[in-house]
């Protein structure tokens, strides 16, 4: 029996002594850890944008890049299309010029005007044109003489948009232009000797002739309209030659008859 016990012990420790180097061992090591990085992630629209991505159609997610003109090259490194030049339009005395590459024909004092990739139509705006009235009074004070042969008018033109102005012709209007660009008149529509409120009744074509110091001119009746009394955007000045006639429109007074016509 004791000898049994003797060999039972014996064992045990055998078996210890055996197993502790490889739990030593096995404690240097460890399994756990970041899973592998994904090198290839997914390009799936479904996934990277939802299911919801419309095929065939424009979304959000698209790069919309503007189509360049042949021989035209671009920098998409901001994810803009950038043409690598520009051209500089300029208008002068009534010529157009362009400089593109270097080459400029561009006339003395225009202004230029830049031409980027975006833009689809250039306007170009000439100065508007003014006369100042100072030097415009005739011997009887008048500034001018308006001839409406259609109509029978023959009217002198009195500087002042007033009563007093009104009661002996046309007056003109103080803001606006006496002889170049856009002038300004109005006068009575009834009740005076002087009054020109057939004007509504002027046609397309018909001629008015404006007469002051520096010559005559003939216009063409281009507008005949009924404005709001408070409306002034037909008196603002031009670059060309024009008549702005206005009067009021009977038992309307917050409506105005109003011609323009454009020097032939």
């Known amino acids: 029996?004791?000898?049994?016990?003797?060999?039972?012990?014996?064992?045990?420790?055998?078996?210890?002594?055996?197993?502790?180097?490889?739990?030593?061992?096995?404690?240097?090591?460890?399994?756990?850890?970041?899973?592998?990085?994904?090198?290839?992630?997914?390009?799936?629209?479904?996934?990277?944008?939802?299911?919801?991505?419309?095929?065939?159609?424009?979304?959000?997610?698209?790069?919309?890049?503007?189509?360049?003109?042949?021989?035209?090259?671009?920098?998409?490194?901001?994810?803009?299309?950038?043409?690598?030049?520009?051209?500089?339009?300029?208008?002068?005395?009534?010529?157009?010029?362009?400089?593109?590459?270097?080459?400029?024909?561009?006339?003395?004092?225009?202004?230029?005007?830049?031409?980027?990739?975006?833009?689809?139509?250039?306007?170009?705006?000439?100065?508007?044109?003014?006369?100042?009235?100072?030097?415009?009074?005739?011997?009887?004070?008048?500034?001018?003489?308006?001839?409406?042969?259609?109509?029978?008018?023959?009217?002198?033109v009195w500087e002042g948009e007033t009563d007093a102005s009104m009661a002996k012709g046309m007056a003109h209007y103080s803001s606006t232009t006496g002889w170049d660009g856009n002038v300004g008149l109005c006068g009575h529509n009834r009740g005076s000797a002087y009054s020109i409120g057939t004007i509504k009744d002027l046609e397309i074509g018909d001629t008015i002739t404006y007469t002051t110091v520096y010559g005559t001119r003939t216009y063409a009746v281009s507008y005949v309209g009924t404005i709001s009394s408070t409306d002034w955007s037909r008196l603002q000045a031009t670059a060309d030659n024009r008549l702005t006639i206005t009067t009021c429109l009977a038992n309307q007074p917050s409506k105005r008859v109003v011609v323009q016509a454009v020097e032939k």
């Open 1 to 156: 029996m004791k000898l049994n016990r003797n060999i039972a012990a014996a064992a045990v420790t055998l078996g210890l002594a055996l197993t502790m180097p490889l739990c030593a061992n096995a404690a240097d090591y460890t399994f756990k850890g970041a899973a592998a990085p994904e090198y290839y992630s997914s390009t799936s629209y479904e996934e990277l944008y939802g299911a919801r991505y419309n095929y065939g159609g424009k979304n959000i997610v698209d790069y919309q890049y503007p189509e360049l003109p042949y021989g035209v090259t671009s920098n998409t490194s901001i994810g803009v299309m950038e043409k690598t030049g520009s051209a500089v339009l300029t208008v002068a005395n009534g010529s157009l010029a362009i400089d593109y590459g270097g080459v400029s024909v561009a006339a003395q004092n225009a202004t230029p005007i830049i031409l980027t990739p975006q833009t689809q139509t250039v306007t170009v705006y000439e100065k508007p044109a003014y006369t100042s009235v100072k030097d415009m009074k005739r011997s009887d004070g008048s500034i001018g003489t308006v001839k409406i042969p259609s109509l029978g008018i023959n009217m002198k």
